[in-house]
């Protein structure tokens, strides 16, 4: 049984930087794509990244390129996100997600693409 699980959230100020882990059990696959995503109150969830390790691919959503950095250590069945130069607008509750099964015809930030999803950690942006 595949399980995920957040850690890293929290309150910060603008400018300020943390990093989420998303610790996967029961998933060792490195040929799929595993994304973060964040859903901000009134909004609809978003993709903010995704890797898809076995070919260093990495893909972000442009409100946080140059800022957010994806990374996953295979060994440790973990990903992560270091994100840095926080802004309020980064508020919001991520969520990390793993695909299954090859879905290629789905682009990563799609979010029918993973079939497994985390509970989700909190990410607070103060001005």
């Known amino acids: 049984q595949v399980q995920l699980v957040e850690s890293g959230g929290g309150s910060v100020q603008a400018g300020g930087s943390l990093r989420l882990s998303c610790a996967a059990s029961?998933?060792?696959?490195?040929?799929?794509?595993m994304g973060w995503f964040r859903q901000a109150p009134g909004k609809e969830r978003e993709g903010v990244a995704a890797?898809?390790?076995?070919?260093?691919?990495?893909a972000y959503a442009d409100s946080v390129k140059g800022r957010f950095t994806i990374s996953r250590d295979n060994a440790k069945n973990t990903m992560y996100l270091q994100m840095k130069s926080l802004k309020p607008e980064d508020t919001a509750m991520y969520y990390c997600?793993?695909?299954?099964?090859?879905?290629?015809?789905?682009?990563?930030?799609?979010?029918?693409?993973?079939?497994?999803w985390g509970q989700g950690t909190q990410v607070t942006v103060s001005s």
């Open positions: 890797i898809k390790s076995s070919t260093l691919y990495t």
């Open positions: 997600a793993a695909e299954l099964d090859a879905r290629p015809s789905r682009p990563w930030f799609d979010l029918m693409k993973y079939n497994y």
């Open positions: 029961g998933y060792t696959s490195s040929r799929n794509f």
